[in-house]
């Protein structure tokens, strides 16, 4: 199979998937809450995932430093040919004949004191663990965060395709009446030009809006992890008037909440602590190493064999010096053997060994590696603290931010309201003046765009507030639904 075909195959998979997982958060209508949308990001979003891949590593590796403390068990066979002189493992005897040999060993090793490095390594893994799943929290806190922020682009852009969509049927309205009052000669030509001008700048600002929205949805659906589609859509609520729910907790409140509850400042915390047993860690370089350790061999030899002295049957053999008469009156008679062929199974059986014993290594002088890595450490530990405290300072800083400009926000939209309801009356008041011509067009416009200007600000400030407030309930640990 070609990799164009399996690349093919693997998109098509993956809209498949795409598609079915925004089925399932949204339900059969596709239509997403902005609590469906934040329980499917916190388990879908691409970030998530991997933070939650890290925490499955972490997790390996507290796993693998508590089978540290179990023996190391190793097993091997060789099997040579030999040619020339050599020694026989079987005998230790030097041949100088061909032959093979073979043998087998089973080693086994456990650490009995390392200077407290594996104990260490065991408590500062599980503090990483801890501290991985804090991580997976955070993850899935920022992308909330996100969602929140997404949801609220939609629903304020939504509320400017409205006001610009009703902007642009009061110009058309009005510019129908100026038509008929330009037939019947009431009004000059440049009145009509002036609201087909308008009517054409209404219409920009409503594709501007209708635009808005659009990347709005798109970035929504991409922090959602999903492909994207023209029948996404999200349910509207009733969100309270920036007036019928003001700020009534200060933001050192907030704060002293979100140290507590807060997954970043708990993760930053706890890898101040795994410093700390790092720091132990690389400390424990300078004890001694106390080991045990067993083993199990035996060999086999092509060359050995066994011998059997023949019955009845001698081979003289003189010894000494000879006589004058070259004679040698000393003779020994030593037994004739036969040789008989040494079974690879009997020679792996009959030449086990054994052996079992302690090792003892004592540091004396490393290049001062241990010296090094403990001097790191300290530097490291030094860095988590001051990660810490830059988390608190952020933390500070993003909720105090908030809470100001959830504040400003809320003046802001009171004076925007004020502001609406005074240029709304005056549009009010112009169109009939406009349709009496006692102002122009020129006139009328400006005051239209007065009001439409008062629209815009009133709903930003009122989509700001919400955000900044639920930025404020998330820190406290506060439902952020509507």
């Given amino acids: 199979m070609s990799k164009k075909l399996l690349l093919v195959i693997g998109l098509s998979l993956t809209g498949m998937a795409g598609a079915m997982a925004q089925q399932q958060g949204a339900g059969s209508d596709n239509v997403w809450s902005l609590e469906e949308a934040v329980s499917y990001a916190r388990a879908n979003n691409l970030q998530v995932r991997r933070s939650m891949l890290t925490n499955e590593l972490a997790r390996t590796d507290l796993t693998q430093s508590k089978f540290g403390r179990l023996p190391s068990i190793t097993g091997g066979s060789s099997y040579n040919f030999n040619f020339g002189t050599y020694v026989d493992p079987t005998t230790s005897e030097l041949r100088s004949e061909e032959s093979r040999t073979n043998n087998w060993q089973l080693n086994a090793n456990l650490p009995l004191f390392a200077g407290f490095q594996q104990v260490n390594t065991i408590k500062q893994n599980e503090i990483e663990l801890r501290a991985s799943e804090q991580d997976v929290l955070s993850a899935q806190n920022d992308i909330t965060i996100q969602i929140i922020n997404s949801y609220l682009n939609i629903l304020f852009a939504d509320e400017l395709i409205k006001i610009s969509q009703q902007t642009k049927d009061l110009t058309q309205q009005q510019l129908d009446r100026t038509r008929i009052l330009f037939k019947a000669g009431s009004v000059a030509e440049n009145a009509v030009l002036d609201l087909e001008s308008q009517l054409a700048a209404d219409d920009l600002e409503l594709i501007n809006a209708q635009n808005q929205r659009d990347f709005s949805r798109l970035t929504l659906m991409q922090v959602l992890n999903l492909p994207s589609s023209d029948d996404f859509r999200i349910v509207v609520p009733e969100i309270p008037e920036p007036d019928q729910d003001p700020v009534l907790i200060n933001g050192q409140q907030v704060y002293e909440v979100a140290l507590q509850t807060l997954p970043a400042i708990q993760g930053a915390d ?58 040698n009156p000393f003779i020994v008679y030593t037994p004739v053997t036969r040789r008989e062929t040494y079974a690879y199974l009997d020679q792996l059986k009959d030449g086990v060994g054994k052996n079992f014993g302690f090792s003892l290594q004592v540091p004396i002088f490393n290049g001062m ?77 400006i005051i239209a765009n007065t009001y439409r200007a008062a629209q815009s600000n009133l709903m930003q400030a009122k989509y700001e507030y919400t955000f900044k407030l639920k930025v404020l309930d998330f820190y406290q640990g506060e439902d952020i639904s509507f």
Avoid: H, W
């Fill in 270 to 327: 706890l890898r101040v602590l795994s410093a700390a047993r790092g720091l132990e860690v690389a400390r424990g370089a300078y004890y001694p190493r106390l080991s045990m350790f067993a083993g199990y061999n035996t060999f086999y030899s092509s060359a050995r064999d066994f011998r059997f002295p023949i019955e009845g049957v001698l081979q003289p053999s003189p010894i000494g010096f000879t006589d004058s008469q070259g004679t």
């Fill in 369 to 445: 590696q241990v010296r090094s890595n403990v001097q790191r450490a300290k530097l490291q530990q030094r860095d988590a603290q001051l990660n810490a405290d830059i988390a608190r300072n952020n933390l500070r800083q993003t909720i105090e931010q908030a809470y100001v400009d959830a504040v400003a926000a809320q003046r802001r939209y009171s004076s925007a309201k004020e502001q609406l309801r005074a240029a709304e009356k005056n549009y009010s008041n112009a169109q009939l003046r406009l349709n009496s011509g006692v102002i122009n067009t020129v006139d009328f416009n």
